[in-house]
């Protein structure tokens, strides 16, 4: 990645990430922004056409891969968005890559989460209820109905720069 496309690229996820956690809201229009640079970063690494499928299929793979979690009522749009809108800037591989992290550190925030909002005995009963029944995780305490508390586009920020940035951590 261009050191001045990987410093936008990066930038803008950092962006967007202090925005989730002051205001829990991931803007549409840096969505949009980082999208449409991704298209335009992917047509200038190949040819336009495969550069441009390359982008489209890294946005479908990013969200593909979190689609599932919304649906379920875990993650905001924002944050399915703002993935898919760094998948245009990954392609599908890295994309994919990302996402795994991003999971990885997405579950590692949400138990340091539970831990603060709940205290350790509560964290531990909410997770071993949890692993018999999932659908208590998707309407957290002192959280909106469908809306979680937990800033979750940290955790997607961090997925896609550690995948822009070092490329192969864990799909080689």
Known sequence: MGMLAGVTFTAILLLAAIGDLQKRRIPNRLVATLALLGFAFSVTQRPVLPGALHGLEGLFVGLACWLPFYAMG???????????????WLGPMRSLEGALIGALV???L???WML???????????????????????????GEKGRSTLPYGVAIA??????????GLLLG
């Open 106 to 108: 997405g579950a590692v």
């Open 158 to 167: 961090t997925g896609a720069i550690c995948a822009a940035w070092i490329p």
């Open 110 to 112: 949400a138990v340091l």
């Open 74 to 88: 875990w993650l905001g749009a924002g944050d399915v968005k703002l993935f898919a809108a760094a998948g245009a």
């Open 116 to 142: 603060k909002s709940q205290g350790v005995r509560n964290a531990v009963q909410t997770l071993g209820m949890a692993a018999g029944s999932p659908g208590l995780l998707s309407s957290p305490a002192g």
